[in-house]
């Protein structure tokens, strides 16, 4: 289980993120919307503790601990992350950089893992003999995505995963999302302009505006109401 607690972060005079309470339970896949300076980014950031929140608190409950992921480092063993190119190295080959992360992570079963991933790659990541930084931005966010499943993590954060993908491979990642969450139990919170990618697959849908909570556990008709131009 995850839970916000009065967690407030502003930039300036500008409310980024301002949630008086938010609890994610085991296993839900959460869909997280909102229009551009929502403050989706920013919360996923303080969920890292890539940002630190002006006020309130974040903790991981994972196999019975709670954990404060600014007063420990026992979490990141148990969450994986893909946000933006950052998080990835990108003067290594796709290859490579699943080796380095298998080795920091302990994680032996590095090609079986890989292997259910197959599909999402699509003969365009291995081997292919080039440097994460020249493949098209549609493979790098595939490697960013394998790479934060890599481990079976039992909490999975993902900031527009679907961006930069063709149609196809959009709807080979629900499939895949989907696939892991039933084969690990891990919960999953997921960010996305696209509502209907969103409904697809999140079993609850949070709404920000602001950086505040204005809707949860929205359906289809609801959100496209309160989205109609």
């Not at 007063?71 to 933006?84: C, F, L, N, R």
């Not at 080796?99 to 081997?127: C, P, T, V």
């Not at 999953?188 to 209907?196: A, E, G, P, V």
Request: hydrophobic residues 40%; aromatic residues 8%.
């Amino acid at each position: 289980m995850i839970t916000i607690d009065k967690l407030k972060k502003k930039f300036g005079e500008t409310v980024a993120c301002d949630i008086e309470r938010l609890t994610i339970a085991n296993g839900e896949i959460l869909g997280l919307v909102g229009n551009n300076g929502a403050g989706k980014t920013t919360l996923f950031r303080m969920l890292l503790d890539l940002l630190k929140p002006d006020e309130g608190s974040v903790s991981y409950c994972i196999e019975g601990n709670t954990i404060n992921p600014a007063q420990s480092e026992e979490w990141k063993q148990h969450v994986g992350a893909y946000i933006d190119e950052g998080f990835l190295i990108d003067y290594l080959t796709p290859e490579e950089y699943f080796a380095f992360l298998a080795k920091i992570s302990n994680i032996s079963n590095i090609d079986e893992q890989l292997g259910h991933f197959d599909r999402l790659a699509g003969g365009e990541i291995f081997g292919q003999k080039k440097l994460i930084r020249n493949l098209s931005a549609g493979n790098k966010q595939k490697v960013g995505i394998m790479a934060a499943l890599l481990g079976s993590p039992k909490v999975v954060i993902l900031d527009e995963p679907f961006n930069f993908l063709d149609p196809s491979s959009q709807n080979i990642l629900k499939q895949e999302l989907k696939s892991y969450q039933e084969r690990t139990g891990a919960t999953l919170i997921i960010s996305s302009h696209n509502l209907q990618h969103t409904i697809d697959i999140s079993s609850r849908i949070v709404v920000l505006e602001h950086g505040n909570i204005v809707m949860d556990g929205a359906d289809r008709q609801a959100l496209e109401a309160y989205f109609m131009v």
